[in-house]
């Protein structure tokens, strides 16, 4: 049986998960990302296997057909999406793994991996929010208010997940992250798979 | 409503319970010891209200008549107990509560108080249990013999808490435990909870 936890964090737009994602993969052992399936070409650096696993439209959308995705999106004419058998793999070394993923494909996950846990990042504050959406270059007003109104819209989701996590300090926000994984890993639960024999030998008479 | 969580932290003997709490609650914001009453006499250097609620046998007994403690337990003809409303009142700032009762005070509490969650503490292996009761002074091996095997009774119980933490490492131990109050302020119940303005702000159109 698998010990490792399938974790899915999602925020929207500007919340910065990603810089935390990052950031907690280098302080955090024991856990790591999905790598996913996608259609569209490697670009220069990017490892097959690594980054993502290249595969072309015929072999994906066959994959989809028997079930092999936990989730997937087209993005740009370009399918993207998370093998089922390589978050299993993962976890059953006992890893925890990650999905960077939006809402909707959060949804998708929690109705095949019932065990999985999912963390939303939110900005700490409207203001907030729209300043690190206009911080990212020289867009009009009006793709910054389309935007803005782009993660409002996703926010209203915030409800269907399992924990919150207000990303105001940087820093605390990797800290907050990072405890989640590990209370998650002393459950009662998660504590006989991980260390059975151990326990065994602590209550043996 | 309230808004902290009451936390029972139980170990048997020789788990290293009390040092990882006092370390706990230096590193820990938002966490606070119950404050016990006792018929005990107050011993130099302890405060009323603080260390201990000094009261008199009778008042004690009234108490429990009246249902006011989630616990109570007789030591050595000295009676202690935890008043509901000394954790109530504490909660009620919203900071987190923290109980060191066995596991049978676990078990009374439970059932009163089916909000809070319970953390049990163990050795690392039974020959570091045996090092640590030892450790303690120049004990028989008679007496050893049977703290150790008093420890083993109470480590059957491991399996009535949410978490279990093995005290292997101090510092690791005290990071788990401050783990699991921080990732539990994160879950979306609690949030909901402690940042409810913020929320409804974000959310807001």
Redesign the interface.
Same mark, same amino acid.
């Given at each position: 049986m698998s010990t490792g936890t399938l974790y899915i964090i999602s925020a929207p737009s500007g919340a910065g998960k990603t810089s935390l994602i990052t950031k907690l993969l280098e302080t955090l052992e024991g856990a790591e990302m999905a790598v996913s399936h996608t259609t569209r070409k490697a670009r220069e650096g990017e490892i097959d296997g690594k980054h993502y696993h290249f595969i072309d439209a015929d072999t994906f959308l066959n994959g989809v057909h028997n079930g092999d995705f936990l989730e997937h999106a087209n993005v740009f004419g370009n399918h993207y999406g998370t093998a089922k058998k390589s978050v299993d793999e993962i976890l059953n070394k006992g890893v925890d793994v990650i999905l960077e993923i939006d809402w909707q494909g959060a949804q998708q996950v929690r109705d095949l991996m019932p065990g999985c846990l999912s963390i939303f990042i *939110?900005?700490?504050? #409207?203001e907030e *929010?729209e300043k690190r959406l206009r911080g990212r270059g020289t867009d009009s007003d009006d793709v910054i208010a389309k935007r803005l &109104?782009q993660s409002?819209?996703d /926010?209203?989701h915030?409800?269907e997940?399992?924990?919150?996590?207000?990303n105001d300090d940087f820093d605390e926000s990797v800290?907050?992250l #990072?405890?989640?994984f /590990?209370?998650?890993r002393?459950?009662?639960e998660r504590?006989?798979l991980r260390?059975k024999s151990?326990?065994e &030998? *602590?209550?043996? #008479?």
């Open positions: *939110l900005p700490p504050s #409207k *929010l &109104g409002v819209d /926010i209203q915030y409800s997940f399992d924990y919150v996590v207000i800290e907050t #990072k405890s989640i /590990i209370a998650n002393t459950t009662l504590q006989k260390n151990l326990l &030998g *602590l209550a043996n #008479k």
